[in-house]
């Protein structure tokens, strides 16, 4: 005769695990416009162009998960807490994003880039200019020296620049917006480079070697009263004048980006990544910046708020490189430099960036204002007119 088994039930053995969490993301808004939806925390590699809708996230974990909306000039990132499952059913928990009217209209083509070019097979950069529809493309230097790094005064009218060769040295200039008028802001045995002005007109900030670090120095606007700010480099001013965002691999190897007061003081790390995070800019209204990345695998960009949060991947591309951003004048759209293939190019985009991964046909691409097939187009700079 069998005899019958009898298992020892443990408690909620049979019973755990029946239930599940569900997280409902809604976003009202978004002026019928494409917006981008981060969610990669509730859903692996879910952080993609969207329109307005609800979403639904199920069978999650307790824990905390933080979800991201980029729209134009809008950007918002929210937490929240998932208790353990429930025995049976489901617990649905909700976020709603509110994404004002007008935040996500399209960004305005207006204005004019400065940017530096220069032939594929024979390298030699110039600088040059363009509107930002694509018209009035005019050559602003030409000499055998490499003009690099533009970058507009806050009245827009003037340029400064990096002029040398690779072979002996580099120093900062400045000239006309048309090219005339170049003058000479340093002279120094050891590299001065990406200069860029304060958004007051009164100072400065370029990056030099003539100490033997590689770091920040400040100087005033006629290239006086020269002091080194910090080791770093690529710095961006914030719109007050008070902040510079910068890179540095001199405190943990690694790069990342950083803020500083003007006088030295309040030291901040925004970014904390085992790869490498580069080329920071604020936008207009001082709320955020762009960055460049490589923690997905390419050259990436990414936003964040000014306090280093709400980081948010926005061009999901890792075949391709975008590099060296900058913001439009209306803070809803960025120029950058891009390489689709065998050269870089300069492209505009919305905020919310671009899906090229894992899309078998994006919605959205990114303009290319140079296409240029035998040259190499970078850095960028925008101004409103």
Request: with cysteine; proline share 5%; glycine share 10%.
């Amino acid at each position: 005769m069998l005899k019958s088994l009898v298992f020892p039930v443990v408690a909620g053995m049979l019973i755990a695990g029946c239930g599940i969490n569900e997280v409902t993301v809604e976003i009202r808004g978004g002026d019928g416009r494409k917006l981008r939806l981060d969610a990669d925390d509730l859903e692996f590699k879910f952080n993609r162009l969207v329109d307005a809708g609800t979403f639904s996230f199920k069978e999650l974990q307790s824990g905390t998960y933080k979800t991201s909306v980029v729209a134009g000039n809008y950007h918002e990132t929210k937490e929240i807490t998932l208790e353990p499952a429930p025995i049976s059913g489901v617990d649905n928990y909700s976020l709603v994003f509110e994404i004002p009217q007008g935040s996500n209209s399209s960004f305005e083509r207006k204005g004019t880039i400065v940017y530096a070019s220069t032939k594929t097979n024979v390298r030699n950069w110039d600088l040059f200019s363009i509107k930002a529809d694509g018209t009035e493309l005019k050559q602003l230097t030409s000499t055998p020296e490499f003009e690099q790094h533009p970058a507009w005064s806050p009245d827009g009218r003037k340029v400064t620049f990096t002029r040398g060769d690779v072979m002996t040295n580099f120093d900062i200039y400045v000239m006309g917006e048309d090219g005339s008028g170049v003058l000479r802001l340093t002279e120094h045995a050891e590299r001065d480079e990406r200069a860029t002005w304060a958004p007051d007109g009164k100072t400065i900030a370029f990056v030099s070697q003539r100490d033997g670090d590689v770091g920040i120095w400040l100087m005033d606007a006629d290239g006086s009263n020269r002091r080194k700010l910090i080791q770093g480099r690529e710095p961006a001013w914030s719109p007050d004048s008070r902040k510079i965002a910068f890179v540095s691999g001199h405190y943990d190897g690694n790069d990342e980006i950083y803020l500083i007061s003007v006088d030295g003081s309040n030291q901040q790390r925004l970014t904390d990544d085992n790869k490498f995070d580069w080329f920071p800019a604020w936008s207009p209204d001082g709320g955020r910046l762009v960055f460049c990345s490589e923690r997905f695998g390419g050259q990436e960009l990414m936003l964040m708020k000014s306090q280093g949060d709400g980081q948010t991947r926005i061009t999901v591309a890792e075949k391709t490189y975008e590099v060296e951003p900058t913001w439009s004048p209306d803070g809803k759209g960025l120029v950058y430099s891009g390489k689709t293939d065998q050269n870089y190019d300069i492209y505009i985009m919305d905020t919310s960036g671009f899906d090229i991964d894992d899309v078998e046909s994006p919605p959205v691409l990114p303009f290319n204002l140079t296409d240029s097939a035998d040259r190499d187009d970078k850095s960028p700079d925008w101004r409103p007119f």
